[in-house]
């Protein structure tokens, strides 16, 4: 049985919980997502913790964002956990692009669009002209020109960057809500069957998996939906 193309967001900053997680879910899923919280308290060691003896990919999720020099040391630094997946913020031009993925080569350097905590009118407030597709669909070419070979973006823009970045690149989709699900600090969400129909690669799931009474029977649940649509679609 093949795992599912999840990455189960580890949000959380106690290293107990984000390894109970972990081991609840990795039967089911692909990946495990390492956020800013984790990382930042218990750094490098955290990804050993957390991955265990499972061979799951490790997806983190540092959103670099800072001059190119900066940039290519942190992912220099990075390297040795051997991570699958890396974003770097699309914003922080294509020469800070380039150079993390220089800097691993074996990573997917995955450039991170527009948050999917925003909306069109703050996009504006902060100075992205146009709505959230365009802009989406411009950073997205623009990345992956610099020689990004992931993009995130939203559920709602995935089928327009499939068309503009083509088949070969991969498509993370965070806001993924299985139906009846709440959507909390997330703006533009799909449901995970929508998000697979229209292109995604991996869908980011959090809360709704490791804020169920038991992680590892909503990760399955999940999962087999994914499984049927997969086989009946």
């Known amino acids: 049985m093949n795992p599912a193309p999840i990455a189960v967001a580890l949000d959380t900053d106690d290293l107990q919980t984000a390894a109970r997680w972990a081991n609840a879910v990795t039967p089911q899923v692909s990946t495990l997502k390492i956020g800013l919280a984790l990382y930042m308290r218990y750094g490098p060691s ?6 265990g003896g499972s061979g799951v990919d490790v997806f983190l999720d540092l959103k670099l964002h800072d001059i190119p020099a900066t940039v ?10 051997h991570p699958t997946y890396l974003t770097v913020h699309a914003t922080g031009g294509a020469a800070m692009i380039r150079a993390a993925v220089e800097a691993l080569p074996d990573t997917k350097v995955a450039g991170v669009t527009v948050l999917t905590s925003l909306a069109d009118d703050e996009l504006a407030a902060v100075g992205l002209a146009g709505p959230a597709l365009d802009t989406v669909r411009r950073l997205s070419a623009y990345s992956v020109a610099a020689g990004a070979r992931a993009i995130v973006c939203s559920p709602r823009e995935v089928a327009a960057v499939r068309a ?3 088949e070969d690149i991969t498509l993370i989709t965070p806001g993924v ?3 009846g699900s709440g959507v909390h600090d997330q703006a533009r969400v ?12 991996l869908l980011v799931v959090g809360r709704p998996i490791t804020g169920a009474a038991d992680p590892g029977a909503a990760a399955a649940t999940l999962a087999r939906a994914l ?7």
């Open 46 to 51: 955290v990804v050993a913790s957390v991955r």
């Open 72 to 81: 290519a040391a942190a992912a220099r630094a990075v390297a040795s956990l």
């Open 164 to 166: 503009e970045v083509g």
């Open 177 to 179: 809500r299985p139906p």
């Open 190 to 201: 799909a449901t995970p069957e929508q998000a697979l129909a229209d292109g995604a690669d």
């Open 227 to 233: 499984r049927r649509r997969t086989v009946t679609g």
